[in-house]
């Protein structure tokens, strides 16, 4: 069964980081792409980057030069770097996980496999 567990939410002031992590457990197969979506109160899910086991990413224009998508292999574990958060930033953020490539970009219905969620908040 897999399984994705999220860490690393919390309350920042804008200008701050923070760092998500997302463990993948009981996945078997060859190759995946891992993505991090996002949703804020009253607006619609945004797909905000993915990573592929060769290491390629995609990232939203909108966290773009901000945000890093990361992973380690060794330790089954993707990352969420989050830098000069904004007001705007704050949401619900998920972390996903798709069988194969990411060849469907951030598009959600593409992923399988989700996480319980990980709240961050960004105070102005």
């Known amino acids: 069964q897999v399984q994705l567990v999220e860490s690393g939410g919390g309350s920042v002031q804008a200008g701050g980081s923070l760092r998500l992590s997302c463990s993948l457990f009981g996945y078997s197969y060859s190759t995946y792409c891992m993505g991090w979506f996002r949703q804020a109160s009253g607006k619609r899910p945004e797909g905000i980057a993915t990573?592929?086991?060769?290491?390629?990413?995609k990232y939203a224009d909108s966290v773009k030069g901000r945000f890093t998508i990361s992973q380690d292999n060794a330790k089954n574990t993707v990352y969420l770097q989050m830098n000069s958060l904004k007001p705007e930033d704050a949401a619900m953020y998920y972390c996903?996980?798709?069988?194969?490539?990411?060849?469907?970009?951030?598009?959600?219905?593409?992923?399988?496999?989700w996480g319980q969620g990980t709240q961050v908040t960004v105070s102005s």
């Open positions: 996903a996980a798709k069988i194969g490539t990411c060849w469907r970009g951030l598009d959600k219905e593409a992923f399988t496999f």
């Open positions: 990573i592929d086991n060769g290491g390629t990413t």
